[in-house]
């Protein structure tokens, strides 16, 4: 099995997620429970049986543009989209650790855990010097990366010939907003990762993903010609 939770298997894609089934939170004790061999569930991470889970890659993806123009406003746009593979937020993972690695930051989430007062969860009951290996690989954080990002805008405004004329030295000009990276939506919304999915590479897994994200940015200018 590769280093990305990957193995190659005739009949299934190379970029083929091999991990195993999260089956939840047992309700009468807050333990993780994952899929085992033969049926049944199992409390015990080594005894999980490993399955084919869906290739990172997707079926298809495309883009969506336009431009429109009216009385010298320029208004374009491009929506980027991604149809079907599967990404594993490792990142989600290493701040869900249910006390498997005590004194690191917590998700939001973790105040879901699993109590006495609080049986039905999907959050592992949480203690310090945890060893059941609940964030360890699996389907638990396995997503659908089918999404629609809203990739790019750009507005601009190019001023009338007859105002340059009287102007003299410049013969045209444009005022312009660009909006880079503006959201993006997914189709899985239990994926609470970044908007940017490609830090995790081509193969949907990272296990400590470094690459910076993408960011939103503005951009407002001039052009003038003279």
Request: aromatic letters at 18%; zero cysteines; hydrophobic letters at 30%.
């Amino acid at each position: 099995m590769s280093d990305t939770k990957k193995i190659w298997k005739v009949g299934h894609s190379q970029y083929e997620f091999y991990m195993p089934t999260w089956a939840g939170v047992d309700p009468a004790n807050g333990d993780p429970l994952w899929k085992k061999e033969g049926g049944g569930t199992t409390n015990n991470y080594s005894e999980a049986v490993y399955e084919m889970q869906g290739r990172a890659t997707p079926w298809g993806f495309g883009a969506l543009t336009n431009n429109l123009s009216w009385k010298g406003l320029n208004l374009s746009f491009m929506f980027y989209y991604n149809l079907g593979g599967k990404v594993y937020d490792s990142l989600y993972s290493d701040i869900m650790h249910d006390g498997n690695d005590p004194g690191k930051n917590l998700h939001v989430d973790a105040l879901r855990a699993w109590t006495p007062s609080n049986t039905q969860t999907d959050v592992p009951k949480y203690y310090n010097t945890n060893d059941n290996q609940s964030n360890s690989p699996s389907t638990r954080f396995l997503y659908d990366a089918t999404y629609l990002k809203f990739k790019n805008v750009n507005l601009s405004y190019s001023l009338p010939r007859s105002w340059m004329q009287k102007i003299g030295a410049i013969s045209g000009a444009r005022v312009y907003v660009n909006v880079d990276n503006i959201f993006t939506t997914f189709k899985d919304k239990g994926y609470k990762g970044f908007d940017d999915i490609d830090i995790f590479g081509i193969g949907g897994y990272e296990q400590y993903a470094y690459y910076i994200p993408l960011s939103r940015t503005w951009t407002f200018g001039v052009n003038l010609t003279f």
